[in-house]
């Protein structure tokens, strides 16, 4: 089968940067995605890694060891309607199959 | 606006109704994908239809039956629900299910409440 773990709260300053994990255990990795959900909204992509290292788009970065099953979110130069639930995703198994984590909800205060 | 509609947002039945969920998605993709979202429980793979043809079934209760009549159009036909399929369902597309992306387009679902 296949697990992620990620934290389920995380909370911040405006203007501040946040890290978010997540490790994961699976068979047949390709890669490792990110998604915003904000309340009541639609999950939308973030970003998407199948290799080792950090890929930067604008505020947010995600960074991804295959060797250690281990990736993050970064997000710098917090705004508050970065107030959202993240999720990692593991690509694996063959097709465009992803498999969620729970979640992390990221509340940003002034 | 993602590009995938969902009807209706919110849904409220019994558990002897028999009613439908519909996705439209304008974005040109050939796969499209049902997911549950329950609270504290991380999204669950349903169903994948890529180019019409069902492709992934995970082992989804037959009170869940699934329609893709065309690339565009997804539909989640539900008939004797429990209260614990009370969850939001997400409608998502992406440009092929071979080509694995990491990239899905979502709906903003559609809530749906059992009683």
């Known amino acids: 089968g296949q697990s992620l773990e990620q934290p389920s709260e995380v909370t911040a300053v405006e203007g501040a940067i946040v890290q978010i994990n997540c490790t994961y255990q699976?068979?047949?990795?390709?890669?490792l995605s990110w998604y915003q959900q904000h309340d009541g909204g639609a999950p939308t992509f973030l970003s998407y890694?199948?290799?080792?290292g950090l890929e930067e788009t604008g505020r947010f970065s995600s960074f991804l060891s295959r060797s250690d099953s281990y990736g993050y979110l970064l997000l710098q130069e917090l705004q508050m309607k970065d107030s959202a639930s993240y999720f990692c995703?593991?690509?694996?198994?063959?097709?465009?199959?992803?498999?969620f984590g729970t979640g992390t909800q990221l509340k940003v205060e002034l | 606006e993602t590009g995938v509609t969902q009807t209706p947002r919110h849904l409220v039945m019994g558990m002897t109704n028999k009613k439908s969920l519909k996705c439209e998605q304008h974005?040109?993709?050939?796969?499209m994908y049902w997911y549950k979202q329950s609270a504290k429980k991380p999204l669950e793979l349903m169903f994948v239809?890529?180019?019409?043809?069902?492709?992934e079934n995970n082992s989804v209760p037959s009170r869940f039956s699934p329609e893709c009549p065309n690339s565009s159009h997804l539909f989640l036909h539900l008939h004797t629900l429990q209260p614990e399929d009370s969850a939001l369902y997400l409608c998502?597309?992406?440009?092929?299910?071979?080509?694995?992306?990491?990239?899905?387009?979502f709906g903003e679902g559609s809530r749906l409440t059992v009683l």
């Open positions: 998502a597309s992406s440009l092929d299910w071979t080509a694995g992306t990491g990239e899905l387009f």
């Open positions: 699976t068979s047949g990795f390709y890669g």
């Open positions: 890694n199948a290799l080792d």
């Open positions: 995703a593991v690509l694996a198994g063959g097709g465009n199959k992803l498999t």
């Open positions: 974005l040109g993709h050939n796969a």
């Open positions: 239809y890529n180019f019409k043809e069902q492709t």
